[in-house]
């Protein structure tokens, strides 16, 4: 039986131009593909952004950065998390772009003897205390950078803690911080670097925190970062969703009302009822907690998950006509069949966690189709 993710490039392109549509010309956009693009596959996702007028690309792994280089990929790529010496090296070698952190990274590079010139950006934190430096460290670390001729200063740039949130005056605490801090670059003599600080929230909702700059990632792939933030912007139909989850019923079965269905017999068939078996489970990226609590779609009719997710199936209650249902019809996880729809936000409200923990989580071995 066949279990797929579809992913619409065409609606990806969209929303790359959606996006960009907001930002001033001279404005670059970065397109994030860390963690295999949120889950929707990282070479072909990059791909279409960069198709679309993505400028740059933000990952987390050296290895994510190699495979769009061999992929072909000539444009900027930046890591956004911390890299080793030896990856610094590699890094440097690919034309690939890696994050100061702190004063302690900032001598750890500036002790390596590069081949090719290693392009930096300067990681600051002005206030989501995550990664970062502080503003009195910028001068000591850029000195120290300064030591090594083969390092090139590249960029500066921050994370806005909580404009999802609508936190408007957090956010502008955080802009003040992180234009003390190009004051402090600028005034080292370093004038001309790339300044970022907006993610697709900021883009979205904070024109003052698009900089040089723009890092979208959950937007690319037509999830909001909140519905605090989709409300607030106010055009729902801005991003398009990319991605549907389908498999089909492996097996149809009859249960009279009073058998135990699944594991630890927890679920009893209240009434005769028609099962189908899909060969998806918590490894697929159907979280356990959805059983008895989450749908999926069948037919355009939406379909309980009933009993305990296994790790490889999950049991389902048919409620279209019995006499119309075989083994090998499709099922919908996430997307649209008829008028009916499931979407990440909905399971992810179900669960109590965000859309990208759902998205990101369907592992690579489930097979993604490029449309």
């Not at 999830?223 to 492996?250: H, Q």
């Not at 048919?318 to 249902?325: G, R």
Request: with cysteine.
């Amino acid at each position: 039986m066949e279990t797929y993710l579809e992913i619409n490039l065409e609606n990806l392109k969209k929303n790359v131009k959606n996006l960009k549509s907001l930002l001033k010309a001279e404005t670059k956009f970065l397109a994030v593909v860390k963690s295999n693009a949120y889950g929707h596959g990282l070479v072909e996702c990059a791909q279409a952004a960069s198709q679309a007028g993505a400028n740059w690309f933000g990952v987390v792994y050296l290895e994510e950065a190699m495979s769009l280089r061999k992929a072909g990929i000539v444009k900027p790529i930046l890591i956004i998390k911390s890299v080793s010496a030896l990856e610094a090296r590699q890094a440097a070698n690919q034309d690939i772009s890696v994050p100061i952190i702190s004063l302690s990274q900032a001598h750890e590079i500036a002790d390596i003897a590069f081949d090719k010139p290693l392009k930096v950006h300067l990681k600051i934190d002005t206030g989501l205390n995550r990664l970062g430096m502080e503003n009195s460290e910028i001068e000591e670390a850029v000195k120290v950078l300064k030591s090594n001729t083969n390092i090139i200063i590249e960029g500066i740039y921050s994370h806005l803690a909580s404009v999802e949130e609508g936190d408007m005056d957090y956010t502008d605490f955080q802009i003040k911080n992180f234009r003390d801090s190009i004051k402090i670059v600028e005034g080292l003599g370093y004038k001309d670097l790339v300044k970022h600080l907006a993610a697709t929230s900021g883009t979205l909702l904070k024109p003052e925190a698009h900089f040089d700059m723009v890092r979208c990632g959950i937007g690319l792939y037509g999830l909001w970062p909140s519905a605090d933030s989709k409300e607030a912007f106010g055009k729902d139909d801005f991003l398009l969703p990319v991605m549907s989850y389908k498999t089909s019923i492996d097996q149809i079965k009859e249960v009279k009302a009073g058998e135990k269905i699944g594991y630890g017999c927890v679920y009893e068939a209240e009434h005769d009822m028609t099962i189908g078996i899909i060969p998806v489970g918590y490894y697929e990226g159907i979280d356990r907690g959805l059983g008895d609590m989450g749908e999926v779609l069948v037919g355009g009719v939406r379909c309980p998950i009933i009993g305990r997710v296994c790790m490889n199936l999950a049991i389902i209650e048919l409620k279209a006509e019995s006499s119309k249902l075989k083994a090998g019809q499709e099922v919908t996880i996430i997307g649209q069949d008829g008028q009916e729809e499931i979407t990440a936000d909905e399971l992810a409200d179900l669960l109590g966690t965000i859309n990208y923990e759902v998205v990101t989580r369907i592992p690579e071995c489930v097979e993604r189709k490029f449309v």
